[in-house]
């Protein structure tokens, strides 16, 4: 199987778009089905919701397709650049985008924001979310 490099190790991240692959994150959440939805996000140096807050969201996956870092904020509240106004970054693409994967225990379903480094004109952050 093939999938998305992760950025900084020798792993890949596989997608979920066929119903062989629902089926198996539905058994790996428990769940007796799985849906998934895709969107995307322009990059931008200024704070923006990159997914309001959802309880019935269990799994996310960020895609950062930008030269740029991406910085990101769980929970609700803008995101920052600064010290303490982010809980994750993304690193920018080089050879392939970067990848974030995390579930419902890590704040998956709760709101999060991001910011990126700096302005890209034709940067954007994919973004796959698995709902049960």
């Known amino acids: ?8 190790t020798n792993q890949q991240a ?12 539905s058994n790996a959440l428990g769940t007796s089905s799985v849906t998934s939805t895709l969107t995307s996000v322009a990059a931008s140096a200024s704070n923006t919701l990159l ?16 030269t740029q870092a991406l910085y990101g904020k769980v929970g609700g509240g803008e995101a920052s650049i600064a010290v303490g106004g ?21 704040g998956a379903h709760l709101e ?19 709902f049960s």
Do not use: E
């Open 1 to 8: 199987m093939s999938g998305i490099p992760i950025a900084g």
């Open 51 to 66: 997914l309001a807050a959802d309880p019935t969201r269990q799994r996310v996956i960020f895609i950062n397709d930008s």
């Open 86 to 106: 982010y809980s994750f970054v993304i690193p920018p693409k080089t050879t392939a985008p970067a990848v974030l994967n995390f579930d419902k225990a890590y």
């Open 112 to 130: 999060i924001n991001g910011i990126w480094a700096a302005a890209d004109a034709t940067g954007f952050l994919n973004i796959v979310s698995f």
């Open 14 to 25: 596989l997608l979920v778009s066929d119903a062989s692959s629902a089926a198996i994150l």
